[in-house]
Every structure is written in structure tokens, then in C-alpha cells.
T-cell receptor
Framework: GQQVMQIPQYQHVQEGEDFTTYCNSS?????IQWYKQRPGGHPVFLIQ?????EVKKQKRLTFQFGEAKKNSSLHITATQTTDVGTYFC????????FGTGTRLKVLA | EAQVTQNPRYLITVTGKKLTVTCSQN?????MSWYRQDPGLGLRQIYY???????DKGDVPEGYKVSRKEKRNFPLILESPSPNQTSLYFC????????????FGPGTRLTVL
């Protein structure tokens, strides 16, 4: 079955540092979505990538879909304490498979 | 306000005592799904439903049942809960044609003693 791995599992950064999480699939994906879950909260949809090599930006967040559509990344520039949470990738369509997530801690 | 609601939010129960966690959405979404979240394991899908009377197993369906008699409701049933079902449960919904963007409920924290 489809496998998704996210790395790293945990990341602690100083406020102002950049952060990147990677999502790798064993199979070619039709699309990939990213979600953020704040501590104690529920996952919230951030973005979807569909095209090979696609890059999308949301303020300090940059999302990228690999050329082979087997991997994706989320990069946060100059992290802030509000970025704290767990970031999940999700390559599924009707049968969702979430990655294990990357838990980000930002130290002020 | 568009939302997914779950009840109860917290539940402590004992092994073998049947329970139901309700999930309701007011967005007229066709697709609904249940997940459990455990430390180090991420979100794992239990069951999903593509429309009324259409349900299918996710990755971890053992020990759970669901039903979809109405479009807005998708209850999760634990006929005989066991301690390994202690977890944080999320319900989610989306439009079928936009099955990518799921809206999640606030979560139900279940403890089975």
C-alpha cells in the first residue's frame, strides 16, 4: 500500500531560524495536501499541490511538489512562535493517508 | 458557521461498555471520515464514507463500526471498547469533488480503562 514518511519527526528551532519538513512517498502521487495542527487543536488544511514541480507560497511558508511527484516539502522562513505545531502531509484522495507529521517547536 | 462537531469531547469508560461518538457537519459535504491519533503514529484513518449508505474501511477499522444514514451525521461506534482504543479521535468532512480539503472536528479524547 501507499506509504508516506515525513522527516524529521521533531524539530526545535530558535525563533527567526528557517524550518523545513519533507514528505516522501513510495509511489507517485496525484496530489498532496499539507495540514497544520496546533498543540491541543485539530488539523487545519493549509494547501494542496497538484502539478509536478509546483511551488506555492503563503506568506512565510513555501510548499513544493517534486518533479517526480513522489515528494514534497514545506519550508518556513524566519519562524515565529505562532508556527508551533505539527505539520502533516496527506497524499490521499478518498482514502487518506497522513504522514506521521513533523512536530515543530520554536524557542523564543 | 460552517463546522464539524463531535460529541463527547472527552470520555472515560470501561472495557466492554458500548459507546458512540457522534459527528455532525453543516456544510452538506458528501465525504466524511474518522481518524485516530496516537503519539508517534500520526493520523490513521478508521473508516470513511463517500455518501449516504456508502462506507468503507480505512487503515485501522478493527473494533469500530460506522453508519451513514444521513448526509450530515457519521457516528463512530465502539461495540466493545478495549484499552488499546484509548486515543484522540477526529472526524472530518469534505466535498466529494474537493476530497482534498478536509475540515476537522475538535476531537474526542477517549480513555478506556
Amino acid at each position: 500500500g501507499q506509504q508516506v514518511m515525513q522527516i524529521p519527526q521533531y524539530q526545535h528551532v530558535q525563533e527567526g531560524e528557517d524550518f523545513t519538513t519533507y514528505c516522501n512517498s513510495s509511489t507517485t502521487l496525484s496530489n498532496i495536501q499539507w495540514y497544520k495542527q496546533r498543540p491541543g487543536g485539530h488539523p487545519v488544511f493549509l494547501i494542496q499541490l497538484v502539478k509536478s514541480g509546483e511551488v506555492k507560497k503563503q506568506k512565510r511558508l513555501t510548499f513544493q511538489f517534486g518533479e517526480a511527484k513522489k515528494n514534497s516539502s514545506l519550508h518556513i522562513t524566519a519562524t515565529q512562535t505562532t508556527d508551533v505545531g505539527t505539520y502533516f502531509c496527506n497524499p490521499g484522495t478518498y482514502k487518506y493517508i497522513f504522514g506521521t507529521g513533523t512536530r515543530l517547536k520554536v524557542l523564543a | 458557521e460552517a463546522q464539524v462537531t463531535q460529541n463527547p469531547r472527552y470520555l472515560i469508560t470501561v472495557t466492554g461498555k458500548k459507546l458512540t461518538v457522534t459527528c455532525s457537519q453543516n456544510m452538506n459535504h458528501e465525504y466524511m471520515s474518522w481518524y485516530r491519533q496516537d503519539p508517534g503514529l500520526g493520523l490513521r484513518q478508521i473508516y470513511y464514507s463517500m455518501n449516504v449508505e456508502v462506507t468503507d474501511k480505512g487503515d485501522v477499522p478493527e473494533g469500530y463500526k460506522v453508519s451513514r444514514k444521513e448526509k450530515r451525521n457519521f457516528p463512530l461506534i465502539l461495540e466493545s471498547p478495549s484499552p488499546n482504543q484509548t486515543s484522540l479521535y477526529f472526524c472530518a468532512s469534505s466535498l466529494w469533488e474537493r476530497a482534498d480539503t478536509q475540515y476537522f472536528g475538535p476531537g474526542t479524547r477517549l480513555t478506556v480503562l
